[in-house]
């Protein structure tokens, strides 16, 4: 019987993954005049910023000043991440979810203050009894201990538990701690090729959660 639900947040409940992607394409765009490919860009999701710059050094033809190449996509990001909104059918979920006595927890490799800015924003802060961070726990997906850590929390078995998460290293993650996983890519992670059987949705608006219970 499922007693709790687990989100991740990044990517899952609001996309600043694909946001990430365009903050990239804009200024490798502006400044070198080449054009990223996103399925190429998703490669690299959840890993560092690394691969992202050596996809570009490898368009261009010729390495990069990469601090200021990172200033522009961050001030970029920065800039566009104030007006963005949660996932398509996120609401819907936690709604469903707290009506019917679930147990809600968050589990990600962001920060604390960084998570909470937006679960605030967004009124969504009261619906999670348990938010398990990458400063909280001390390590990132797709290390499952996050995931281990919110069960803990939350007081139930991975067999009670469902996850809903976005990358490739989250559903690692997720599955490495044992829960039934289903993945909701987004824009940029739909491109990423998941193990095959892995059970996904095009978006929590398309399929009710009721369904997975």
């Known amino acids: 019987m499922i007693k709790a639900v687990i989100f991740d947040f990044d990517g899952l409940m ?32 959840g890993i560092s910023e690394v691969p992202y710059l050596e996809l570009i050094e490898k368009q261009v033809g010729h390495p990069i000043d990469r601090p200021s190449f990172l200033e522009k996509t961050t001030r970029f990001f920065k800039e566009n991440v104030q007006s963005i909104q949660p996932r398509e059918g996120v609401e819907d979920y936690l709604q469903y979810a707290k009506t019917n006595n679930l147990s809600i927890g968050l589990a990600t490799s962001s920060t604390l203050d960084w998570v909470e800015k937006f679960l605030k924003q967004f009124n969504f802060y009261d619906y999670f009894s348990v938010i398990k961070t990458y400063d909280i726990v001390g390590t990132k997906k797709p290390n499952p201990k996050v995931y281990l850590e919110a069960l803990k929390g939350l ?59």
């Open 155 to 213: 007081g139930v078995q991975a067999s009670e538990a469902i996850a809903f998460e976005d990358s490739l290293n989250g559903y690692k993650a997720a599955t490495g701690a044992g829960i039934h996983t289903i993945v909701v890519p987004n824009r940029l992670t739909q491109y990423i090729n998941f193990p095959q059987g892995t059970p996904s949705i095009s978006s929590m608006a398309s399929v009710e959660l009721k369904k997975f219970l």
């Open 14 to 45: 609001i996309d600043t993954e694909s946001l990430w992607f365009d903050a990239y394409y804009s200024v490798a765009k502006e400044e070198f005049g080449i054009e990223i490919k996103i399925e190429e860009f998703a490669l690299a999701v």
